[in-house]
């Protein structure tokens, strides 16, 4: 049994970074999840597994919160509770992988969809909610009404899923700095490209099909960041994979003061936001948060990391 500063070397060994985490992750999730990805190293549960575990408390979690009137309202907390339970499992296969060294490309991929498979069940939930149980302040507007949630709820989705994905990468990239390629789940349209050559639809179609998923999925963040992109071909064509010191430190200094809206964009905001609207009656608020201030917060993310990396190319 490891004695307590053993077991507090691991705990920060299990986290990405100091630069990348939010303050109720490091309060709440990161400690629970620690515990938990004790526990799984212990009886030998890997992390793709956790990560599936994850997937079902969340999307049983999302279902719950239909219930939108008595006597069956009471759900609405136990979803509450799955979904923070489901979020500690997500914390925990990240932190599990980290502290048995078990990365894989389809571990990342999967934990991104379960994040997505949580709210797609949380977004039908809430549609269905409105349409059956009405609201407290819109009444049975929705009800009359059908297209109008089913456009909220579309929009709000497409925005998640851009939200998350440029968060994502932001924040990958910034650990590529910090800790170089063995510390960043960093990829390139270029190099997946590469990769998806030597596997074939014939001898291996699940696995080709995941990395032409990813591959669009990476091409996608990429398109949204075309000043990155050119930073990052000029710092290959530069110095190759052996970035100097200094221009981390420069591109650390820049990048970190923008790390705090990746963390808003991830889970804690979006999800605090989603249990006040449901608590309150009023789900369809949570489909204009996405909407309106978290695609502002995403728009601010982009065009400041954008003039960064246009910086650091001058310099």
């Given at each position: ?29 990161r400690p629970i999840g620690f515990a ?42 136990v979803g509450i509770f799955l979904i ?232």
């Amino acid at each position: 049994m490891p004695n307590f500063k053993e077991l507090k070397e691991m705990y920060k060994s299990s986290l990405k970074s100091m630069d990348t985490e939010e303050t109720i992750d490091l309060m709440f999730y990161r400690p629970i999840g620690f515990a938990w990805a004790l526990l799984f190293a212990k009886i030998g549960v890997s992390p793709n597994v956790v990560t599936i575990l994850s997937i079902i408390l969340g999307v049983t979690g999302g279902v719950l919160l239909y219930f939108g009137a008595p006597p069956l309202i009471w759900l609405n907390y136990v979803g509450i509770f799955l979904i923070i339970w489901a979020n500690s499992y997500d914390s925990a296969d990240g932190q599990l992988a980290r502290m048995t060294k078990q990365y894989s490309r389809i571990g990342r991929i999967l934990d991104g969809v379960s994040g997505d498979l949580w709210f797609i069940a949380i977004y039908f939930a809430l549609v269905f909610r409105e349409l059956h149980f009405g609201d407290a302040l819109a009444g049975n507007y929705f009800q009359e009404h059908h297209w109008a949630i089913w456009v909220l709820a579309i929009v709000a989705g497409i925005s998640h899923a851009k939200q998350a994905a440029m968060a994502d990468y932001y924040r990958q990239f910034h650990l590529y700095f910090l800790k170089g390629k063995e510390g960043s789940e960093l990829d390139s349209t270029t190099q997946l490209d590469a990769e998806m050559k030597k596997v074939t639809w014939k001898e291996a179609p699940l696995k080709r099909l995941t990395m032409v998923i990813y591959r669009n999925y990476t091409a996608n963040q990429e398109v949204m960041t075309p000043k990155m992109q050119a930073l990052r071909a000029n710092i290959k064509e530069r110095f190759g994979e052996e970035i100097p010191q200094d221009f981390r430190d420069a591109f650390r200094a820049k990048s970190k003061p923008l790390m705090k809206y990746t963390n808003m964009l991830s889970f804690n905001t979006r999800i605090i936001a989603m249990f006040i609207a449901v608590i309150i009656k009023m789900p369809w608020l949570y489909f204009v948060f996405e909407i309106v201030v978290l695609n502002a917060m995403m728009v601010y993310m982009i065009l400041s990391h954008e003039h960064r990396c246009s910086s650091l190319i001058k310099k």
